[in-house]
């Protein structure tokens, strides 16, 4: 299982309409990877389709500092995103 935090972050970006994502944990997919160069700091930006609930439906794009070897693997991956109150936890399955 794949682990990703964000520190400091509770704001989410999903669309011009619906700004941000309320706090809890969400069942999402990634939908897109976008793996940055090395001069850029390895910035990878993910987005997240959440997938059941409430906010199904919703995209999300969380920038990650994230060193991928294969970034297309990703693709597909179910996981679970937790929006608490300073930070997002997102846990992908393998």
Do not use: F
Not at 33 to 48: F, I, M, P
């Amino acid at each position: 299982m794949t682990q990703l935090t964000e520190q400091n972050k509770v704001d989410p970006r999903m669309n011009e309409t619906d700004p941000t994502l309320p706090r809890g944990l969400y069942d999402v997919m990634v939908i897109d990877v976008q793996d940055a160069d090395e001069s850029s700091g390895r910035t990878s930006t993910l987005s997240l389709v959440v997938v059941s609930g409430e906010m199904k439906g919703h995209v999300i794009t969380l920038d990650q500092p994230l060193d991928l070897d294969e970034p297309l693997l990703l693709l597909g991956c179910p996981g679970s995103l937790t929006v608490g109150a300073d930070d997002l936890r997102l846990q992908l399955e393998d």
